[in-house]
């Protein structure tokens, strides 16, 4: 009924007849369920003017009804005393589904569910209600049902909002201002979102306008709420930042990651029209996930089809446009499943830490985030289904769309894909692609382009080569040019045809990269060398041994050959095949000692530029090679580059400590764990390990963490070096800490402090006299606390360590009548504050954050704690420190129920609840619960406290914590 009232039975429209019957049905599903009278019916479809004979007439609707509904199980029209009634499972309607759907929405746990199930409700709208039917008691029905679907748009909006999604708002909201111009809810909703995605100015008009318009129509002003709105947009408050839980990318969230069409794109009308009927839906409805598999040998244009195809049909999916190329036939380099799913969830707006771990559990987030979401994925070049299956969606809102060279019979038979395979091109779209690339001189030497069709084994990828090389011997026969390739027939038995005499691609390669002059042919060679997907210049130029200006000038040769791609930034990378076919070549022509001083002078380049003494200009250079620094550590360790990975991951290590990702500093360390280690360099080992298990701590895996510092532990023990064991030992507690045991940790701490001690190292000792204090606070000991601290400040004062004074006082300001504190806290961190950022260490910048945040709450300036909050978990989520993370969003919790925002607190609380749960934090699992538990009371429903405060007691009662609000001091 939401557009045309229409039925449909198995699949097939049932004829209702002409209108005014139509409006006999209309009017019984909106009652379904319900009798309605003969009188009210009469006066429900005919309005006023009923006929005299209207009761015979219905009677007649009535009968021809029940004929065309016949065939639908559980749908009937019976009489009854009260009148006509229609039994039916509402979940059948649209009318009915849509409005279960909205208040699942509105109640639903989560705004990621509230979303979904908004969505779908809005999803079933197809028009205006009752689309071509006048009546007056329709026409009225029709306007409340349009206030209802405003209404649901209006939730959705606020959901999505929370969920970050303001920039696939926009256009949408747009458009209902336009329609609603005196609608102050959905004003403020543009405005915010405007906001979000840094348009201000625009957000300001937007509030000018409807001020304007208010003024002119009602003669009246905007209400306090969006006047409010106003004063914080122009003021950039911090509390509009993204909410706390946000996808990372809130503003670019409907991903368009489809490469560029291909130029030239010729023939395949019969696959094009066989991936069409892909999209026909069997019966009108929801089919199953729909899988379409582009079979073929290489270079037969699987790739080319697949995007030309997703261009085609793009407009029908709005929710964006995934893509990969898993590079399943690299020999060294297919992209892991894992890393497969990290792309595809940081496209779709979920921040890194937010990121699982494990395969199976970002597969299944994977496949939640598209849930009621109609996108396109296209998996290009799987080797497997194993490569394939977890990035398949569990919806049948989406279609998947992948490349391989295999059959994939395991796709076919398990996920019902639809297999289409690619033959050669046809000889007149052979010839058809040659004349779109190099013009009339196929038509004027019909034979030669023949030739040179069959030369090319009728291959798009050959072909587009082949005419690369007659386009710039303009001069030259096409004849003499398909006779100098005869010359040079090889087999490329790399492409692992199998034999199949249809893959005879090599011989066009050998033929682009003979044409070559001799130092454009050497860089192509030894650029196959590289690991990365792509090079800079510079690292070009250091793996060949040339100046960069000459490096740069034969990278130029080479892309003029469509032989290497110029990227942007003075990048450059190579077509997966060709990079084999390069690779080969150099094993083939260079000598094994000149090849590893390629890679010798390669890495020598990278730990020079990690090494920058500029700290600027090396985090400028880590950005830039972000992507290829972990596949440099770990080609280096897994081809004997064992002391070029250890120096490179040393190197590393403090700016990706000090900025994240976390995750990509966990792979490099361990490639220099595994260098180390072959090399026997124990120390080298040791600091490896070290530095890995503080990753692992970070990211919230405390159990691999405790296991990496233990073989720390014990190499530094063997080698004496106790200033390191002691480092150790303190963060062994740490994860002692993390995990809820206090004794261990104590354990720890105080062994670190004994050997702290032996060494004469006061920092060393002010540590671990503050961890030990901090868990004396914690256990309900806060005079002990205290005079832990007070010893620490003694020893920080002496040492002049001012970032460490303020973290100090910090801790002293949240303890029970050290009110006096605050103020001289509160200077020393926004000292630290401005000192860190100076130097952009992003993971010190958190922190002081988080502690001048817990000050300031202390001192009742909860707004100014809030912002601080939320920036710090901005930057949480940025370097993937998820443990911090959970304390962060338990703070915030804290803070804005004291300031009276209790269901602001309960998503925070929620968030932290969820990310401590996962991570293994009792602590903060408890401390979650504890703020559920209140922020249910402040909203008067104890009966939801009740089982948050139960658990957070088991909790905290389990791990000898008295009470959670006063152990964590962070709120009076």
């Not at 021809?64 to 229609?86: F, K, Q």
């Not at 249809?502 to 003979?514: I, L, M, N, T």
């Not at 740069?552 to 095949?577: D, T």
């Not at 080698?719 to 104590?746: F, I, K, Q, T």
Request: with cysteine; proline share 4%; hydrophobic share 45%.
């Amino acid at each position: 009924m939401l557009g045309v009232v229409e039925a449909r039975i198995g699949g097939v429209s049932a004829d209702l007849g002409h209108a005014r019957q139509r409006c006999v049905l209309g009017v019984l599903l909106v009652e379904a369920g319900r009798p309605v009278t003969l009188d009210q019916l009469i006066d429900r479809v005919w309005g006023g003017q009923a006929p005299q004979r209207a009761a015979g007439a219905l009677y007649s609707y009535l009968s021809r009804l029940r004929g065309a509904i016949a065939g639908a199980p559980g749908m009937e029209i019976r009489r009854e005393p009260g009148g006509y009634l229609l039994t039916v499972d509402p979940q059948t309607v649209d009318l009915h589904r849509f409005r279960r759907l909205t208040a699942l929405g509105r109640a639903a746990e989560s705004d990621r569910a509230a979303a979904d199930l908004i969505g779908q409700a809005l999803d079933l709208w197809r028009g205006e209600p009752f689309a071509g039917l006048d009546t007056p008691w329709l026409n009225a029905t029709r306007r409340a049902l349009l206030d209802e679907r405003f209404a649901a748009e209006l939730d959705g909006y606020d959901v999505l909002l929370r969920l970050g999604r303001h920039g696939e708002l926009l256009p949408g909201l747009s458009a209902a201002v336009a329609d609603h111009p005196l609608d102050e809810r959905l004003a403020g909703q543009a405005m915010l979102a405007l906001y979000r995605c840094g348009r201000q100015a625009d957000a300001d008009e937007q509030y000018r306008r409807i001020r304007r318009s208010l003024a002119d129509e009602l003669g009246s002003d905007p209400g306090a709420g969006l006047r409010r709105l106003h004063e914080q947009i122009l003021a950039a408050d911090a509390a509009l930042e993204l909410p706390v839980g946000a996808p990372a990318a809130a503003a670019v969230t409907v991903p368009a990651q489809l490469p560029a069409d291909v130029r030239a794109f010729t023939g395949r009308t019969q696959e094009l029209s066989a991936l069409d009927r892909l999209l026909v839906s069997p019966g009108g409805g929801e089919p199953p996930l729909t899988v379409a598999l582009l079979s073929g040998t290489a270079g037969v244009g699987k790739s080319a089809l697949a995007v030309r195809w997703a261009h085609r049909v793009r407009d029908g999916f709005p929710d964006g446009q995934l893509y990969v190329n898993l590079r399943g036939y690299d020999a060294e380099q297919p992209v892991a499943v894992a890393d497969a799913l990290a792309g595809f969830l940081t496209a779709l707006g979920v921040r890194g830490p937010e990121i699982p771990p494990g395969v199976d559990e970002r597969a299944g987030r994977f496949r939640s985030e598209l849930t009621g979401r109609r996108m396109l994925v296209l998996l290009d070049d799987a080797a497997s289904v194993e490569q394939v299956r977890p990035l398949l969606p569990g919806t049948g809102s989406c279609l998947v769309l992948i490349t391989s060279r295999d059959s994939l019979p395991g796709l076919v038979a398990v996920h019902g894909a639809e297999r289409v395979m690619l033959d050669l091109l046809p000889l007149p779209d052979a010839l058809g692609l040659l004349h779109t690339l190099i013009g009339t001189r196929v038509t004027a030497e019909p034979a030669a382009a023949r030739a040179l069709a069959t030369a090319c084994a009728r291959l798009p990828l050959a072909l587009r080569i082949a005419a690369g090389l007659a386009t710039d011997r303009a001069d030259v026969p096409l004849a003499e040019l398909v006779a100098e390739l005869d010359d040079h027939q090889v087999r490329l038995d790399l492409l692992d045809a199998g034999g199949d005499q249809r893959a005879e691609v090599r011989a066009v390669f050998s033929w682009s990269y003979r044409s070559l002059p001799d130092a454009a042919a050497r860089v192509f060679r030894l650029l196959g060398l590289h690991p990365g997907e792509s090079a800079h210049v510079d690292a070009v130029a250091a793996l060949t041994g040339v100046e960069p200006g000459e490096a740069r000038r034969l990278l130029g040769v080479l892309a003029r050959a469509s032989l290497v791609q110029a990227g942007r930034g003075g990048r450059y990378a190579m077509h997966g095949l060709l990079r084999a076919y390069a690779a080969g070549l150099a094993a083939d022509h260079d000598a094994e000692p000149d090849r590893r001083a390629a890679l010798h002078r390669l890495f020598d380049h990278y730990l020079a530029a990690a090494s920058d003494g500029d700290a600027g200009a090396a985090r400028d250079w880590l950005e830039a090679e972000r992507a290829n620094l972990a596949v440099i550590c770990v080609h280096g360790a897994a081809h004997g580059f064992h002391r070029h990975t250890i120096a490179l991951a040393e190197a590393l290590f403090p700016h990706l400590d000090a900025g994240g990702p976390v995750a990509e500093a966990a792979t490099v360390m361990a490639s220099a764990v595994s260098a180390a280690r072959a090399v026997g360099d124990r120390a080298a080992q040791a600091r490896a390990l070290s530095h890995l298990g503080r990753l692992h701590r970070r990211q919230g895996r405390p159990h691999e963490a405790a296991m990496t510092y233990q073989r720390a532990l014990v190499l530094y023990a063997d080698l004496g070096e106790h200033a390191a064991e002691a480092l150790v030992m303190r963060d062994l507690g740490s994860v002692s800490w993390l995990l809820g045991d206090y004794r261990r940790a104590a354990e720890h701490y105080q062994r670190a402090r004994t050997l702290y001690e032996h060494l004469g190292d006061d920092a060393g000792q002010a540590d671990a006299l503050v961890r030990l204090g901090l868990i004396d606070a914690r256990l309900g000991d806060p005079a002990s606390a205290a005079g832990r601290y007070d010893a620490a400040l003694t020893r920080y004062a002496t040492l002049g360590d001012r970032f460490s004074e303020a973290y100090v006082l910090s801790l002293l300001a949240r303890l029970p009548d050290q009110e006096g504190n605050l103020g001289k806290a509160a200077a020393h961190l926004e000292e630290s504050l401005d000192a860190v950022r100076r130097t952009g260490n992003r993971t010190a910048e958190a922190y002081v954050l988080t502690d001048l945040a817990a000050v300031h709450a202390r001192q009742d300036r909860l707004t100014e704690a809030a912002g601080h909050l939320r920036r710090a978990l901005v930057l949480h989520r940025r370097i993937g420190d998820r443990a911090s993370e959970a304390e962060a969003l338990n703070d915030l919790g804290q803070v804005l129920l004291a300031a009276g925002d209790a269901d602001d607190a309960r998503r925070q609380h929620g968030a932290a609840l969820d990310l401590a749960e996962e991570i293994g934090d009792r602590y903060e699992t408890a401390r979650a619960h504890d703020g559920l538990a209140a922020a249910w009371r402040d909203t008067g429903d104890p009966d939801r406290a009740r089982p948050h405060l139960d658990l957070a007691r088991r909790v905290f009662a389990d791990l000898w914590v008295p009470a959670a609000p006063s152990a964590g001091g962070l709120v009076r």
